[in-house]
């Protein structure tokens, strides 16, 4: 497990010991949104051989 791993795991436990209803060092849905975004990128770059770009 990463370093980071346990960092969230002990964020975790404490958010629920303490009933937060959200975890603000988390990702959020935009940043996940993004990722897809650079995946999506990199398979079609993949399958079309040439740069593709990554629109916001």
């Given at each position: 497990m990463a370093p980071h791993d346990y960092f969230m795991a002990h964020r975790i436990v404490k958010a629920l010991?303490?009933?937060?209803?959200?975890?603000h060092d988390a990702a959020g849905f935009s940043d996940g949104l993004m990722i897809q975004k650079v995946l999506h990128a990199a398979r079609e770059?993949?399958?079309l051989?040439?740069?593709v770009k990554i629109l916001p």
């Amino acid at each position: 497990m990463a370093p980071h791993d346990y960092f969230m795991a002990h964020r975790i436990v404490k958010a629920l010991q303490n009933k937060e209803k959200t975890l603000h060092d988390a990702a959020g849905f935009s940043d996940g949104l993004m990722i897809q975004k650079v995946l999506h990128a990199a398979r079609e770059s993949d399958r079309l051989r040439s740069w593709v770009k990554i629109l916001p």
